[in-house]
């Protein structure tokens, strides 16, 4: 996900706190430096670092709960509910057709988690709510524009670390900052999805062996350095942005904030920011309390959050019923990125897809006319094809000119192919029997990798007991199966079309690569 950063307005500044009740992102770890580095800090950021700074043990993003989370009791969840709300009226929200309702999670030890549900029967074009802007966190409200093209020029730091660096920093002051009602809101939800469930940037290493022969655990690990290279510019950020952080009497960031707590935090804003459209580039990722993950998203949704003249509103495109939940749309994202923003999947998605990469043979001698009929025909040497669900014959079809071009061996072959003005190479039977065999031979082996059959998802998935990140890890790897079955499926009955079958399939000693 690409990330922007954070504009101070007047409604979030004065914030000084003299007691600091830190809801638990940080740790009790206190934090000291030197008086020099001290002094230069004062000089540069006009900041009174104080070494008071606490970071908390906790497990969670901004949880301020201990690290043997208890479940709250009715009465303290609906007092949170109602401090949310009469917060969020007190600061501007108006009349809406709205309420927050309780699912059980999975795990007995946290509590409920809370969603968006409709207040009375609504139809579809009925505005749900309409979140002011003065309840909006975005990049504007926290940065000057000037320091926004800044920090964007550095290509150093996404709009979620900016943010998640912000509600660190507002968290730490503990009740005093104006947000803690939200704050709090999101310390509940532990920046978990619709199934309780926490993003696999949090999991443990035994966890994401749930993943074993999904691209989607490198991925993860991928996804988790970058944001460890985002966590070391921001120091950086600090000494840039001196009108965000010169409120906050703390030590910079990386002496406030370890690096899991500001994973923690970084994950949470990923679950619950909204990418607004149509909007300056300092306002288009928001954080509305409204929004997600109180919201629950749905592929096949087209509801979606939208800037409006003073604020955020939600219409919604479907009926509902008194106390149903409110569906949104969370853009064409494939289960994978679903599972990583938001952790959750969804069994319907009609934008689920894999990605099968084919390279050519760099080693091949005739490569290099190999990649000028590639490049002109629109293809990479190394050609990434985006397997669509539904649509898995459509882009075996699309591969087969660029599998068969790396197949040419015959130097007078390969002359007329580079002189003729679209993708025609010369098929002979042996040739395309070739290549569809060593599509299925790769279709087989990726599915081969998963260490359970489809049949076998099905039972683990039938089972009521299931931990929560292993059922939802089953549900994405079963996606997966299916689309890599599909594609075997037509890979085999376009072998079959093959008109003898007898034929041996041609010898490829620089066959394309798949991956």
């Known amino acids: 996900m690409d990330v922007t950063y954070l504009h101070q307005t007047k409604c979030i500044s004065n914030l000084h706190s003299t007691h600091h009740h830190p809801l638990s992102v940080l740790s009790r770890v206190s934090i000291s430096i030197s008086k020099h580095y001290q002094h230069n800090a004062r000089r540069s950021l006009r900041l009174g670092v104080r ?40 600061n501007g929200l108006p009349p809406c057709k709205v309420v927050l309702k309780d699912r059980v999670a999975y795990d007995s030890r946290h509590p409920p988690i809370h969603y968006v549900a409709a207040s009375e029967d609504l139809q579809a074009g009925d505005t749900a709510f309409c979140v002011p802007n003065s309840l909006v966190v975005t990049l504007e409200r926290v940065l000057g524009n000037e320091t926004v093209a800044e920090l964007l020029t550095t290509n150093k730091l996404s709009e979620l670390a900016c943010l998640a660096l ?99 935090a970084f994950v949470a804003v990923q679950s619950c920011v909204v990418h607004l459209q149509n909007v300056s580039l300092a306002r288009r990722f928001a954080l509305v309390p409204l929004g997600p993950p109180l919201l629950t998203y749905r592929s096949n949704c087209k509801a979606m959050l939208t800037a409006v003249d003073g604020g955020v509103q939600l219409v919604v495109d479907r009926p509902y019923l008194a106390g149903q939940s409110i569906v949104v749309w969370c853009g064409p994202q494939p289960n994978s ?128 007991d299931i931990d929560p990140k292993k059922r939802v890890a089953t549900q994405l790897l079963r996606c997966e199966k299916k689309i890599l079955s599909r594609c075997l499926e037509v890979t085999i009955d376009l072998i079959n079309e093959l008109p003898d079958l007898s034929l041996s399939p041609c010898p490829a000693p620089y066959a394309p690569l798949l991956r």
């Open 51 to 90: 070494n008071m700074c606490r970071a908390s043990s906790s497990d969670t993003l901004v949880s301020g709960k201990s690290s043997s989370p208890t479940v709250a009791s009715k009465k303290d969840i609906e007092e949170e509910e109602e401090d949310l709300k009469s917060w969020m009226h007190k």
């Open 166 to 264: 912000y509600l660190m920093y507002e968290k730490k002051q503990g009740k005093e900052s104006v947000w803690y009602p939200y704050i709090r809101e999101l310390d509940r939800q532990r920046g978990r999805g619709q199934l309780a469930v926490e993003s696999p940037l949090l999991w443990s290493e035994s966890e994401l062996d749930y993943l074993t022969g999904s691209p989607i655990k490198d991925e993860v690990l991928e996804r988790a350095e970058g944001i460890r290279k985002e966590y070391n510019e921001l120091d950086t950020v600090w000494f840039m942005a001196g009108s965000l952080f010169q409120q906050y009497p703390f030590d910079i960031p990386t002496e406030a904030f370890s690096f899991e707590i500001f994973k923690q």
């Open 337 to 464: 990125k679903l599972l990583i923003n938001y952790g959750f999947v969804d069994e319907d998605n009609p934008y689920d897809r894999m990605v099968v990469e084919a390279a050519l043979d760099t080693e091949d001698p005739q490569y290099q006319d190999k990649r000028l009929v590639a490049q002109r025909n629109g293809r990479l040497t190394i050609q990434p094809f985006q397997v669509k669900v539904g649509k898995e014959r459509e882009t075996i079809l699309d591969m087969l000119p660029y599998m068969r071009l790396g197949y040419v061996t015959d130097p007078l072959e390969m002359e007329s192919v580079v002189s003729s003005l679209g993708p025609v190479c010369p098929v002979s039977p042996c040739m395309e029997y070739a290549v569809l065999n060593q599509l299925a031979t790769y279709f087989r082996e990726r599915l081969a990798g998963y260490l359970t059959t489809l049949s076998e998802d099905d039972a683990l998935l039938a089972e009521c």
